[in-house]
């Protein structure tokens, strides 16, 4: 079974790689920012078209209507109390009282 290399490793591989591209007359070419790297400047396909695009909600409006929601709902719950409730054996004989959450 093949082991999988750790990031050390494909980090050394890549470092590697590099030098020996380097050293055998390899330059690294830089090109400005937004220039783009497809041949003759090929636009991107959109996948997306006019009648798929959607207006955008302001967000801020989104957060106060739920805030607004969430300020309505904190009504105060009214605790239930707990039951005193008799517990019996197999034949129906009471044991004890005992309380219980509802």
Request: proline share 6%; no cysteine; glycine share 6%.
């Amino acid at each position: 079974m093949k082991t999988a290399k750790t990031k050390a490793q494909i980090r050394a591989e890549i470092e590697n790689q590099i030098e020996s591209f380097l050293s055998r007359g390899g330059e690294v070419v830089q090109f400005q920012k937004g220039v783009s790297g497809l041949p003759d400047g090929a636009a991107i396909q959109n996948s997306f078209s006019p009648r798929q695009v959607q207006s955008r909600t302001p967000v801020v409006e989104v957060v106060k209507a739920i805030d607004a929601r969430r300020q309505v709902s904190k009504t105060p719950v009214a605790k239930r109390k707990p039951k005193k409730i008799l517990l019996k054996d197999d034949f129906g004989d009471p044991i004890r009282w005992v309380w219980q959450d509802s």
